[in-house]
């Protein structure tokens, strides 16, 4: 039976204080104490700062009026708001970003490499971007790609070339997601993947909303009486119905291969024209230049929105706009997105806890030791399936904190080839000029080897977010998610293992699922399965489609989510258990305040935290993540040792009858 943790500020305050004063001079890194009221801990307690500050969390967050078996989120998250503005990693990403403001408002110094200088130059003109008007920068940008016919229409010249030639003609000198996004990527098609390809992936909506266009145009110059029509013609016309195409093919699949074989899925899209036209002058292409397209549903349709040259200029321009304007509050995060290598240097320099590394690689053996368990256990699966999953958790890697590249200063000065920025330069200007030479080097890599230390661009050691790349059968966990709550070597493991932990075991996790299990252990793309194996795979996977439509959340969109959450809160557990057997079954000690509780209990409190919501979180229907407190309801439900820990009684809300598994 659990026993009530009283939950006000006042005790939280108080146990910190009381500790502080009575700590014992063991020198162990928790600072642990005596207290027999701590059984299942070896009679300790942990009373160093980091274990007190996860226990004011838990002490303030949760409400003990809730009996866990019930309803586990308000158990342990049902005062969150009153604390919180933001979910759980927002709020260390607000962690994240303050400690860059530091970094970037520091002044430069002579151990500053020429990339440092330029890059606090360009936040610090980010900052003082309302000083200046971005609108020369801006009005020479769309001047140079053809004009915004919304302007003045009775003036503007339509584009002679093709829509291909236009939108190729945008994407080569800027990173514009008209329609879609383009990246090169790792080539998952050849065995080898040494080389890269063209990755294709559909675009979101035009940040910017309608209602913001008419005080831009006019401060362009806009003269054109039908300006609100045209518009809402270009949103409803191009992009309102290119969210409808996304929507319609939610669920498709990713297809890739030369050239000459992908432009024949286009017999409305001259795909070989696009593609040639946006490497022209930048880099040699050829009929075996593999292509990517995460969606290839999604881009079979993208032909019924080229039909008006003059409206598909209007959106395509304000896609422009909508990247080209950014408030200052997020200076921060395009410093971040531009200087990618340069900022997180000085952040692993100057805040990453190096301990960190061998700890979250102990993890990721233990865990692939248990999936590795579980897949050896699996009685629906085959001998040779069973085999190639073995090869293919063989070959999976982990990069833990930060690409081994990071401090290569030739590979970030070659990147960041870019002149000093001088007094007179717009921040307008400046952001062009870095972005243009961006983007050219990633474009450029076409045509060369594979590198292999560089992350992908989706990933960022200075963003709260791990990653799994199927392409290369690797996982990243970056070192802005090695922080507090969420881990610390000096955090006993039931709470390191259930909230990074579980992170590190969902992106395992991930390559068995429904999408990342058709990558084998090379990661090329091929289906490795037994027909009648797939089909139980299915049948598994399909209870979890159901469980989470009951949940009001689209369960086929969030699969892939969905069996690496539920997968990977088993390995983590499961994984947790056995090291503390291993340790001959000796307990970590308590946090302050949860002396009568037990390890499993806090180990499970710890994963739920990490899913607190804030009230104010947006569900996009397009989103493949659930919301957070759907994931914490319905992957505690699944873990029969859930129940077990808190002893549910039968039929409660949290020990459902029907529980959902797969790994």
Known sequence: MLK???????????????????????????????????????????????????????????????????????????????????????????????????????????????YHTLMKTFYDKCMKQHEESPMPSFKALIDEIGGWPLLKPQTWTEFGGSFEEYIANIQKKIEAPILFNVLTTSNSLRGNKDDYMLHLSPAAAIEVGASKFPRLATLLGADNPSLAADINEFFVQIDNKRQELLDNSKNGFPAWSKLDVMKVEFPNFDLEKYVRHLFDGIAEVNS?????????????????????????????????????????????????????YPLSQLYVKNYFDHAAVPRVAEMFKLLKEELHEIIEKADWLDDTTRSNAFKKLDHLKADIGYPENLFDDAFVSNVYNIPPSQPSESYFALEARIQRRLH???????????????????????????????FLNKIYIPAAILILPHFSPNLP?????????????????????NKGRLYDETGDYRDWWQKETVKVYKEKSNCFVKQYDKENYDGQLSLGENIADNGGMKLA????????????????PALPGFEEFTPEEMFFMAFASTWCNDGNEMLDPNDEHPPGETRLKVVTQNIKEFSETFACPKNAPMNPDLRCSLW
């Open 4 to 114: 009530a943790v009283n939950r006000s500020i006042f005790l939280s305050v108080f146990v910190l204080v009381l500790f502080l004063a009575i700590r014992s001079t063991q020198a162990d890194v928790y600072e642990s104490v005596d207290d027999p009221k701590a059984k299942a801990f070896g009679n300790r307690v942990c009373t160093n700062p980091e274990c007190t500050i996860v226990a004011a969390n838990f002490i303030n967050h949760g409400n003990d009026k809730i009996k866990p078996c019930d309803n586990f989120a308000q158990f342990t998250c049902d005062r969150y708001q009153l604390f919180k503005k933001y979910i759980p990693l927002m709020e260390s990403q607000r962690v994240i970003n303050g400690r860059l403001k530091l970094l970037l408002e520091t002044p430069t110094s002579p151990e500053d490499k020429p």
């Open 288 to 340: 075996e230049t593999i292509i990517y397209f995460t969606n290839l549903e999604y881009f079979q349709g993208i032909h019924t929105l080229l039909t008006d040259k003059r409206v598909f200029a209007n959106y395509a321009v304000g896609v422009l706009a909508s990247t080209f304007f950014k408030p200052k509050s997020i200076c921060i995060e395009k410093t971040g997105e531009l200087f990618e």
């Open 440 to 470: 050219v080097v990633t474009l450029a890599r076409i045509s060369k080897k594979l590198d292999r230390a560089t992350w992908i661009k989706t990933t960022s050691v200075i963003g709260v977010n791990a990653h799994s790349m199927s």
């Open 493 to 513: 493991d039931y709470i390191n293992f259930a909230a990074t932990g579980l992170v590190v075991a969902h992106e395992i996790t991930h390559g068995y699922d």
């Open 573 to 588: 557990f499961n994984a947790y258990k056995k090291l503390m057997a291993s340790r001959g079954g000796v307990p970590e």
